[in-house]
């Protein structure tokens, strides 16, 4: 079982859009896991239960994220297990990192989500934690903003691709669906992101 974090350190950047996408594309090739630990909005769990596939499971209940992982992996039921994560509380996210074979760390290009990046970076090299780095959320014509947070976010890590901001993406979400379901030329930048997950955790 391959386990994926999505971090971040502030709310607003696509953690659960990403997370939602990913996940589709995962459960057409494996079984699928979701692990929301964002209590307060629980908007993965939400999304989860109106989408209602069963190769997409909402893995509830977590007492001891760590050893309910193991349990997990020894069951043999699931292949990959994504977990999102909420975007303040410190410990909640270090537990995932530890739990993760990678972290996925989604940023919009303002400032102020680049700069809330910066401490799960130092927390996945402080815990020795691969981690990669998706520009979300990407508004194409703020070109210029795009290229300044591009080699912002490549001086933190590796920056695996990039989403782009489109109202199909909230749309769907609401909808138990995900962006590219309901404008396909959304779907290859995802594509490409899971193909590089795969490889970095040599799943392909």
Known sequence: MHVITI?????????TTLTASLAVLAATEARVGL?????????LTAWAEQRGDDNLQLVEGIKSLLTDIRLLKRSGEIDWLFIDTP??????????????DLVIMPSRA??????????????????????????????PARRDLNDAATE???????????TTDK????????MGKVGFELDKSLRAELV???NTIKQKVGAT
Do not use: H, Y
């Open 35 to 43: 692990i929301d630990l964002n209590r307060d909005q629980a908007t």
């Open 87 to 100: 975007p303040t509380r410190v410990e909640t996210i270090e537990g995932a990192l530890v739990a993760a």
């Open 192 to 194: 490409r992101i899971w």
């Open 167 to 174: 109202t199909a993406q909230v749309e769907a979400m609401s």
């Open 110 to 139: 303002s400032a102020l989500d680049i700069a809330a990046l910066v401490p799960v970076v130092q927390l996945c090299k402080s815990r020795k934690k691969k981690f990669v780095i998706v520009l979300a959320a990407v508004n």
């Open 152 to 162: 912002e976010l490549e001086s933190l890590g590796e920056l695996i691709g990039r």
């Open 7 to 15: 971090a971040s350190g502030k709310g607003g950047s696509s953690k």
